[in-house]
């Protein structure tokens, strides 16, 4: 298994001894010296695993592991010359993997790092991948966290407005019909009418839109549907938002409430 790994270490032949028994077993292997640089060349190149020293200038390799914890699971496996049961519960504790006392043999030293690959590679075998965010110009849907942001904001969702707009954000500038939409929002909405796209509209243009009634982002095309704009927002609706009941197909259209024609109240959840 060829992984890319990050050896951070300040005792540059000690440095030069793990990078290479790591490229006779076919790693691609960066070393750097400090705990700065360790954490730019983590943020820079995601490796597969990071050998870290404790004891290294600027920001310690403790420091450095308790802040990778909060941005990634990358497995990590500590060196230290430190060799008491607290060091070693402490460095455990702030999410190390695995931890050496120096000085270790270096055979040693790569079993545990084939070890760690084999049991990293088997947990990403085993979670399936995040579901990607979804960015429309100012607009961002998160499937996996459920949630969207506007212009810098968090944007506050009931299930059928979010199924809606994650819908058009993963076709952006592509026309979706209400019936296209309203088949996306089953088992999102309780209650489904020839309504229901309309108001979900409306509800979303008061959301996300910095003026709802000339739509940016979320915006109509007239006899036809809607869409999310892939062009930055550069044109503005050319209308106010939907009345009940003239949606996608205009108003009086067999599917939805034309004027005159009295209808149940849309339910949105």
Known sequence: MCAHVVVAEDDKKQAELVRRYLEREGHDVVVVHDGRAALEQVRRRPPDLL????MMPKVDGLDVCRILRTETDLPVLML????????????????????????????????????????????????????????????????????VWA????IECTPGEFRLLEVLAERPGQVFTRAQILEQLHGFDRYITSRTVDVHVMNLRK???????????????????YKLADDGGRGPDRGPDPRPGEGDDGPGHPGGDGPGRPGRPAHAS
Request: glycine share 8%; proline share 9%; no cysteine.
């Open 51 to 54: 050998v870290l020293d404790v």
């Open 80 to 147: 230290t010359a430190r060799s008491t049961e607290d060091d070693l519960l402490l460095g455990l504790d702030l999410g190390a993997d695995d931890y050496m006392t120096k000085p270790f043999s270096p055979r040693e030293l790569m079993a545990r790092i084939r070890s760690l690959l084999r049991r990293s590679a088997r947990t990403a075998a085993a979670v399936p991948p995040p579901d990607p965010v979804l960015t429309v110009g100012a607009l961002r849907v998160d499937p996996g966290r459920h949630e």
């Open 151 to 154: 212009h810098g904001r968090r």
């Open 207 to 225: 959301k996300i839109e910095p003026r709802p009634r000339a739509a940016r982002t979320l915006v109509t095309v007239y006899g036809v549907g």
